[in-house]
């Protein structure tokens, strides 16, 4: 209005000084309204463009900054998988340097079995009686309702290298001095149980207790290594107390005596 006003009064002052007529003065008029009009709406088409255009640097500030976030992200992943090739390649590296390692070991394993089978071949070659003893022997038939101190017979002699396990008996006596192994398995029934002495002359080097607690037998032993004298007696027997049942033995598990001198 300010504007048209301003052009109202030019366009008045020129037709003054002209000597316009109030016709031309009325059509100067109009025609400078309609020229402000156009004006007017040439300005609003622009600022509308002006807002569009700022709408859409908006709207491409926000996808900057969403592209530049993704970017960000990109480049953390990128580090991250990165960093994970870098561990399974060390993870590679070390699984390499362990396969290696077992390898190794299991080619001196395997080297030391020959050996050790080749030494047992040449034990084994030796002539009977050559600082070799040895005896497994197991009952035929099992030993019921076993009392106290009672000696054990394992009468099936599987092996007895020079005959110094006595079947009948149960007894081995010693051909030399040195260090023995003995080793036994007992079988026991349900609800019955033993204490089992290894004795030397009598006295006892080892002591086992079995018991079958469950609703099936049990069947365990043990070993011991020790010092005998040439001469001396070594056998089982039930001890002087927890003596419940018998000793079993059948083709369901076996009760054995097993010694060697090392």
Same mark, same amino acid.
């Given at each position: 209005?300010?504007?048209?006003?301003?052009?109202?009064?030019?366009?008045?002052?020129?037709?003054?000084?002209?000597?316009?007529?109030?016709?031309?003065?009325?059509?100067?008029?109009?025609? !400078? +309204?309609?020229?402000?009009?156009? =004006?007017?709406?040439? $300005?609003? +088409?622009?600022?509308? =463009?002006?807002?569009? !255009?700022?709408?859409?640097?908006?709207? =491409?500030?926000?996808?900057?900054?969403?592209? &530049?976030?993704?970017?960000?992200?990109?480049?953390?992943?990128?580090?991250?998988?990165?960093?994970?090739?870098?561990?399974?390649?060390?993870?590679?590296?070390?699984? $390499?340097?362990?396969?290696?390692?077992? =390898?190794?070991?299991?080619?001196?394993?395997?080297?030391?079995?020959? &050996?050790?089978?080749?030494?047992?071949?040449?034990?084994?070659?030796?002539? $009977?009686?050559?600082?070799?003893?040895?005896?497994?022997?197991?009952?035929?038939?099992?030993? &019921?309702?076993?009392?106290?101190?009672?000696?054990?017979?394992?009468?099936?002699?599987?092996?007895?290298?020079?005959?110094?396990?006595?079947?009948?008996?149960?007894?081995?006596?010693?051909?030399?001095?040195?260090?023995?192994?003995? $080793?036994?398995?007992?079988?026991?029934?349900?609800?019955?149980?033993?204490?089992?002495?290894?004795?030397?002359?009598?006295?006892?080097?080892?002591?086992?207790?079995?018991?079958?607690?469950?609703?099936?037998?049990?069947?365990?032993?043990?070993?011991?290594?020790?010092?005998?004298?040439?001469?001396?007696?070594?056998? !089982?027997?039930?001890?002087?107390? *927890?003596?419940?049942?018998?000793?079993? *033995?059948?083709?369901?598990?076996? *009760? *054995?005596?097993?010694?060697?001198?090392?």
């Amino acid at each position: 209005m300010k504007i048209l006003f301003s052009f109202f009064f030019v366009y008045l002052t020129l037709c003054v000084a002209k000597d316009c007529s109030y016709d031309e003065l009325i059509q100067e008029m109009r025609e !400078l +309204r309609r020229t402000v009009e156009e =004006q007017r709406i040439v $300005s609003e +088409r622009q600022q509308n =463009q002006i807002e569009a !255009l700022q709408n859409i640097v908006a709207s =491409q500030t926000i996808e900057l900054k969403t592209v &530049k976030s993704e970017v960000e992200e990109l480049k953390q992943q990128r580090t991250e998988n990165r960093q994970e090739r870098t561990k399974a390649k060390n993870t590679l590296t070390e699984m $390499s340097r362990n396969m290696s390692t077992v =390898q190794k070991d299991a080619t001196k394993t395997k080297e030391d079995n020959n &050996k050790d089978m080749q030494k047992g071949r040449t034990i084994l070659n030796q002539p $009977s009686g050559v600082n070799i003893v040895a005896f497994y022997a197991y009952m035929s038939s099992p030993m &019921k309702n076993v009392g106290e101190h009672h000696t054990l017979i394992f009468d099936h002699a599987v092996t007895n290298v020079g005959n110094h396990y006595h079947p009948n008996s149960g007894v081995f006596i010693a051909p030399t001095s040195g260090l023995y192994a003995f $080793s036994w398995s007992i079988r026991i029934r349900v609800g019955e149980y033993h204490d089992i002495d290894l004795a030397v002359n009598g006295k006892s080097v080892g002591v086992t207790h079995h018991w079958a607690n469950s609703d099936e037998d049990h069947h365990s032993g043990a070993t011991v290594i020790v010092q005998v004298s040439q001469g001396d007696d070594v056998f !089982l027997r039930t001890s002087t107390h *927890s003596n419940v049942g018998g000793i079993w *033995s059948d083709s369901s598990g076996q *009760s *054995s005596f097993t010694g060697w001198k090392l």
